[in-house]
């Protein structure tokens, strides 16, 4: 019995254990996507527990460059740890921790966060030591009320075309307020100055350079994203990422956004409405600290929960103080399911 780091020909067994930990398949092109394709971090940050040649546990890192308070270093963002159910109770989950953090500093890795499902959470916090640092702030803006009720109340499907004038009211204009708006299909060099112009907004935020951005959404294997950025005088000063999904109910997702000033939030807001304006619901995240959630607020939308924890753990004295989630600029794009 051992943990390891990956090797090329693991991918295999690692698919495997993935389906049968959370019951879901996953396309190939998608774990090549997040371990082999990230354009900074080449090397997969993978760890295995293997037993008699066969992989029973996994745990790993989506490795990203991160602003510190202005200079640039690398986190770990914790994703797919797993044990094969069959396994459970040889204290793999332990002996893979122990190795993530022992691992990690001689990486190089100076920070991980993640944002684990409650069982992991406490045996992450327990093992390791990490903090929990909150519970990330869902905001949502209901678009359609009566539509969204009907999905549980089927009476009032005869009466959710109403939702159209209540739509009426509430739809953002698209005022542009001097802004010219543009619709990206590729990042230039323009986003790695917006990153550098943006660096202090919080003291902990991932570098959304031109690299970073066209990997995380225009490459992406499996889902399809909308960025409209938008410029005065012919410099960026902001863009805005959006999503669509459908279900029983069409839900829009405010996915990342970021701007040089205060003048520029309100109207990257607007134009994510105007993207998302036959969803349903319109909602993302924003620590409550945030000038994000400021903007969220005054727009309308709500606080509805706070589902997902947020724990992080330094793995350098520099950032030990990054243990305060006061500290950090988090959108639903910084989680590689969204």
Avoid at 108 to 128: D, H, N, Q, V
Avoid at 196 to 205: F, N, P, S
Avoid at 245 to 260: K, Q, Y
Wanted: proline share 5%.
């Amino acid at each position: 019995m051992t943990v390891r780091r990956y090797q090329p020909g693991d991918e295999a067994q690692i698919q495997t254990l993935f389906t049968k930990t959370f019951h879901q398949e996953r396309p190939l092109g998608a774990w090549e996507w997040k371990f082999k394709q990230n354009p900074k971090h080449k090397e997969p940050f993978i760890l295995v527990f293997e037993e008699e040649g066969k992989i029973l546990g996994h745990i790993s890192l989506w490795l990203m460059d991160a602003y510190i308070k202005g200079e640039v270093t690398t986190v770990g963002i914790r994703v797919d740890t797993m044990v094969d159910p069959d396994a459970r109770g040889k204290g793999v989950y332990k002996k893979l921790n122990d190795a993530l953090l022992t691992e990690g500093k001689k990486a190089g890795i100076e920070y991980l966060y993640g944002f684990p499902a409650p069982k992991a959470k406490e045996l992450f916090l327990r093992y390791t030591g990490a903090t929990h640092l909150t519970d990330m702030p869902r905001w949502m803006y209901v678009q359609k009320p009566l539509h969204l009720l009907s999905t549980k109340f089927k009476p009032l499907k005869a009466v959710k075309s109403l939702d159209g004038l209540y739509t009426k009211l509430r739809s953002p204009k698209g005022q542009l307020d001097g802004y010219e708006k543009k619709e990206i299909t590729r990042c230039d060099e323009a986003f790695d100055q917006l990153a550098e112009q943006t660096k202090h907004m919080a003291d902990g935020l991932v570098v959304r350079d031109s690299a970073y951005l066209n990997w995380r959404y225009f490459d992406h294997a499996t889902k399809a994203y909308k960025m409209i950025a938008l410029y005065k005088e012919g410099e960026l000063k902001g863009y805005v990422i959006t999503h669509q999904s459908e279900g029983s109910f069409t839900n829009g997702l405010l996915i990342d956004w970021l701007g040089v000033d205060e003048h520029v939030w309100p109207v990257l807001l607007d134009q994510a409405l105007l993207e998302l304006k036959h969803a349903d619901v319109v909602q993302s995240w924003a620590l409550p600290h945030t000038f994000a959630a400021g903007i969220l607020k005054a727009k309308g939308f709500v606080h509805k929960d706070s589902p997902m924890p947020l724990v992080g753990k330094d793995l350098h004295p520099r950032t030990e103080e990054m243990n305060d989630q006061t500290k950090w600029y988090i959108t639903p794009g910084d989680v590689d399911s969204y």
